[in-house]
């Protein structure tokens, strides 16, 4: 088994690395996976390192501002490596070997929601690319499984996941919540085991809404009831809406329309935002005066700034921020071939959103505080503990009524759990 350690430093993960040992990092919701993702990153690129973030899917690409393994590995639409062959992809292009060759290290984010069949594709890519740097696979198994139309398997069923020969690195300290009740509850819902005394805690959470439900952040799990309810508490503040419509900067003229339509979806950026001075929003990036999740209220727009006031009464200026979509490239210089990451295209939008609901998939990373949970919409395995995750406080949380027990709520993928629990 793995070798595994529970109090892990970046320094300790950034040596297995640099040494070209293979990482998974692991730990619940709220540990720091994300940091210390983007810590590992930030050291290998001040070093002059090259780094690949991947991921399977293209919101969870966007998330840490990389690709999906599909377009970095040129899989096309391949769900195994038989369909590969029969696309004619199974032998890898020349400027694919020189870019994965030229890779110091691969980090692949959500690693829950990649199949043992996609993780087979990228090992086979390694190999036939003669790869000689390290990779970092980040996520938790009791999260969000792979989609799939038939039969689930994760990636540590893949043949290929004991060839990585990972070491695991567990974070522990959970840094969004410091309520000690509701993080044994929150680790007692991850593992599916929810009992009497979870199931009363629970069920103290269920309390009124009270009439104005500006107050809150509902948490959906279909975008349909979250656009309904956006769409309504908007309609019911006063004055006249303002409407920005994001800016699009096509950097490469070969870049489509729905690839742009795309890229939008994934980074979660509507491509109309649409505010009201009094309206609820929530802050969509970390900045030094703001962070990912933070509730505030619209005070003043303007056609190039909207101004928001947080909940210590400080208002913040806010300007379109960008957000970019890159490729690996090779370029000539000084009569060199070199490899080096260049925009696609730019997305120009104010990283806010309407504050009154979100779907719990969009809410990935997220800190929020006064939230209610619509648990009539939990449909898939680790959906309520996602959910459940994202409060910064049970005092700030309410559940709405569930149409079946908690215990029924709190189901896990049965073969994630095992795993785990055996690792």
Request: charged residues 25%.
């Amino acid at each position: 088994m793995d070798a595994r350690e529970d109090s892990p430093s970046l320094e300790e993960v950034l040596r297995r690395l640099r040494k070209g040992r293979n990482v998974f990092l692991t730990g619940g919701a709220g540990t720091g996976k994300t940091t210390m993702t983007r810590q590992v990153i930030a050291a290998f690129g001040a070093e002059g390192k090259k780094v690949a973030r991947l991921a399977s899917t293209g919101m969870a690409a966007t998330l840490i501002g990389g690709q999906t393994l599909h377009s970095f590995f040129d899989l096309g639409i391949a769900d195994n490596e038989a369909d590969l062959e029969r696309r004619g992809k199974l032998i890898p292009k020349k400027k694919i070997v020189k870019l994965v060759r030229a890779m110091d290290l691969i980090v692949i984010d959500e690693i829950s929601m990649v199949s043992a069949e996609v993780l087979d594709m990228v090992r086979l890519r390694l190999l036939q690319c003669g790869f000689k740097g390290a990779v970092m696979a980040v996520g938790d198994f009791l999260q969000l499984p792979p989609v799939s139309r038939g039969q689930v398997r994760f990636a540590f069923e893949a043949a290929s996941w004991s060839g990585f020969a990972f070491e695991t690195v567990t974070l522990t300290h959970n840094w969004r919540s410091e309520d000690a009740g509701f993080n044994a509850v929150l680790n007692a819902v991850r593992h599916a085991r929810v009992g009497e005394e979870e199931h009363r805690y629970l069920h103290e959470l269920i309390k009124p809404t009270g009439d104005d439900l500006s107050r809150y952040t509902f948490l959906y799990g279909t975008n349909r009831s979250a656009f309904r309810h956006n769409r309504e508490q908007l309609d019911a503040v006063e004055g006249e809406p303002f409407a920005y419509e994001t800016q699009v900067t096509r950097h490469d003229p070969k870049v489509r329309p729905e690839q742009v339509a795309r890229f939008m979806d994934d980074a979660r950026i509507p491509q109309v935002l649409v505010l009201k001075v009094g309206a609820p929003v929530l802050f969509t990036r970390n900045s030094w005066n703001y962070v990912n999740g933070e509730r505030g209220e619209v005070v003043k727009l303007e056609t190039d700034a909207v101004y928001v006031r947080k909940r210590d009464g400080t208002v913040v200026k806010l300007e379109r921020a960008a957000t970019e979509k890159t490729q690996w490239k090779e370029r000539k210089a000084d009569g060199e071939t070199v490899t080096e990451e260049v925009p696609q295209l730019t997305l120009h939008q104010f990283p806010l959103t309407l504050a009154f609901a979100i779907t719990i998939h969009k809410s990935q990373g997220m800190s929020l505080s006064d939230l209610v949970i619509d648990t009539t919409e939990i449909f898939a395995p680790s959906q309520f503990y996602v959910a459940l995750s994202r409060a910064t406080s049970p005092h700030s949380l309410i559940l709405k009524q569930p149409r079946v027990n908690w215990a029924d709520l709190a189901f896990v993928h049965p073969k994630a759990l095992k795993w785990m629990e055996e690792m």
